[in-house]
């Protein structure tokens, strides 16, 4: 195997990478893993109601934004591309997280007002959203990585969780948190996508975010009664 041919391998597998773990499914990943190792965050609802959530939440936060943002390449680019797709140009990401942002805030406001979801559910939400906005205030001025971010506040909300509810399994998430994060933010490396400081001060806003957004939260937490 030729040093070209290696190269473009590990091209389209970090390429393949930054799809799957694109921003847009970093809810769906965080539900998926309470659903399993921590339905806590669902409580008093039953289990086959916590499974329908999850799949609204994958409805409403991946299939939907991925729609809009399909559209919104289409009607400003008319032709897709993976640059365009994964919005490697700083310019190119300052509408779709606004748009992205804001409709996260709205969805969260309606699970909270209409549905009664869960407080905490309500305020993982919240914090995925300002995440987003938080990306694309950001991006105004310096391109940032939102990889970076949704992974390291998945990965301080994982942290938190586990001392408010000490579970093995969710030990375990934390651990394979870093480890998709190394791998995902190495392969937008590998593509020239971000630089390492865009990297790095990345993964720390989404930890600062994800920590305030659950911190502020834990005296209440704390005091709640959960039926195990």
């Not at 499974?51 to 943002?69: N, R, S």
């Not at 310019?91 to 309606?110: A, E, H, N, W």
């Amino acid at each position: 195997m030729t040093e070209a041919t290696q190269k473009n391998n590990w091209n389209y597998l970090s390429l393949l990478i930054s799809y799957i773990i694109h921003p847009v499914f970093i809810p769906t990943y965080l539900f998926t893993t309470f659903l399993y190792f921590g339905n806590i965050v669902f409580e008093p609802y039953s289990i086959l109601a916590q499974t329908y959530v999850v799949m609204l939440v994958f409805i409403t936060t991946a299939i939907i934004p991925l729609i809009l943002l399909v559209i919104n390449m289409f009607l400003l680019r008319k032709k897709f591309s993976n640059e365009v797709l994964l919005m490697n140009k700083r310019q190119d990401r300052i509408v779709p997280f606004f748009y992205i942002g804001i409709y996260y805030s709205v969805l969260t406001y309606m699970f909270h007002h209409y549905l009664n979801f869960p407080v905490l559910l309500t305020s993982l939400m919240l914090i995925i959203s300002a995440a987003v906005l938080a990306t694309a205030f950001i991006s105004l001025l310096w391109k940032i990585s939102a990889h970076a971010i949704s992974l390291g506040a998945s990965f301080m909300i994982f942290i938190l969780m586990h001392t408010i509810m000490p579970n093995e399994h969710l030990f375990y998430a934390i651990l394979v948190t870093l480890l998709i994060s190394g791998i995902t933010l190495s392969s937008r490396l590998n593509l020239n996508a971000h630089n390492p400081s865009q990297i790095y001060i990345g993964y720390l806003v989404g930890i600062i975010l994800g920590g305030i957004g659950l911190s502020y939260l834990l005296p209440n937490l704390l005091s709640f009664t959960f039926n195990f």
